[in-house]
C-alpha cells in the first residue's frame, strides 16, 4: 500500500524555508533573483540530461522517479506470519495445495514465487527467475536514480558556467567601478542556484530512492528465501528463524 512520503517532502520543503530565512536574515529574496541565472541553470541543466539518456529512459523513469515521494510500505511480520501459513498448508495438503493459500495472501511476489512451486519447478531455477525480476527491478530503480545524480551533477557545473559569464560580462565593464558590485553579485547566483538545487533537490533524492530500493530488494529476498524453504519441507518453526535474520536487530530482538 502506498502513501505519500512525508519526510521527502519535510526534507526539501525544510531545506528550502531554511535557505529563504537565512537570505532574509541578511537581506531580501529580491536580490538572489535573476532570470538569465535560471536560463543558464535550470535549462543547461535539463538539456545536458537530455544529452545523457535516450528520451525512452526518461520517460520511463518518471514513474519510479515518483515514488520518492511514496512510501510503500513492508510488512516484514506479516510476510513472515503468511511464509509460515504457506509452510503448515505444504506439510498438511502437499505443495499443489499452495496454489489457493497463495492468492488469497494479497502479496504479489509472494504469490508468485508460491506459484512457481506449485508448477514444480527446481529450487535453482525458481531462484535465478525470481533473482531475474528482482535484478530487472534494480536496474529500473537504477535509472530513476541515476538521472537524478546526473541533475545533481551538472547543476553545480552550469552553475559555475553562468559564474564565468558573469565575470566575463563584469571584466568588460572594468571602465565603471560602480558596476562591479551589483555585476559580481548576479555572477555568484548561478553558482548559488546550481548548489542550492543539487543538494536540496537532486542528490537527497537520489539518495532516498536508492534507500527504498534496498528495502524492496531485502524483503524480496527474504520471501524468496522463504518459499525455498517451504519448497524443501523445512519445519514453520525453523523458516520463521531463519526469515527473522531479515529484520532489523531491534526489531528482531523484541519477536
Known amino acids: 500500500m502506498s502513501k505519500v512520503d512525508v519526510s521527502t517532502i519535510i526534507g526539501v520543503v525544510a531545506g528550502i524555508i531554511l535557505i529563504m530565512i ?6 531580501a529574496l529580491g536580490s538572489f533573483w535573476d532570470a538569465s541565472a535560471v536560463f ?8 545536458a540530461c537530455f544529452a ?11 514513474r519510479v522517479l515518483k515514488n520518492a515521494f511514496m512510501e510503500r510500505e513492508y510488512d516484514t511480520d506479516l510476510a513472515i506470519d503468511q511464509i509460515g501459513q504457506l509452510s503448515v498448508t505444504a506439510k ?19 504469490e508468485k514465487s508460491a506459484l512457481l512451486v506449485v508448477d514444480g519447478m527446481d529450487p535453482e531455477t525458481i531462484k535465478n527467475i525470481l533473482n531475474m525480476e528482482l535484478e530487472n527491478m534494480v536496474r529500473r530503480h537504477e535509472e530513476g536514480e541515476g538521472i537524478l545524480k546526473t541533475l545533481g551533477k551538472y547543476a ?12 566575463i560580462t563584469m571584466l568588460q565593464k572594468l571602465d565603471n567601478p ?7 553579485a548576479v555572477a555568484l547566483i548561478t553558482t548559488f542556484y546550481g548548489s542550492v538545487l543539487a543538494n536540496t533537490i537532486f542528490l537527497p533524492l537520489a539518495g532516498k530512492l536508492k534507500f527504498k530500493s534496498d528495502q524492496e530488494v ?12 517451504v519448497q524443501a519441507g523445512d519445519a514453520p518453526m525453523m523458516i520463521e ?10 526489531r528482531r530482538e523484541d519477536k
Open 52 to 62: 545523457s539518456y535516450p528520451l525512452s529512459t526518461l520517460k520511463n523513469s518518471r
Open 40 to 47: 543558464i541553470v535550470v535549462g543547461g541543466t535539463a538539456a
Open 218 to 229: 531485502k524483503y524480496k529476498l527474504m520471501i524468496i528465501e522463504g518459499i525455498l524453504s
Open 156 to 167: 553545480p557545473a552550469f552553475g559555475m558556467i553562468g559564474t564565468l559569464i558573469g565575470l
Open 241 to 250: 528463524e531463519k526469515l527473522k535474520t531479515f529484520m532489523e536487530t531491534e
Open 92 to 110: 498438511k495438503n502437499g505443495l499443489l495445495s499452495l496454489e489457493r493459500v497463495a492468492k488469497e495472501l494479497n502479496n504479489p511476489f509472494l
Open 178 to 184: 560602480e558596476t562591479l558590485g551589483p555585476a559580481m
Open 22 to 27: 537565512g537570505i532574509l536574515i541578511q537581506g
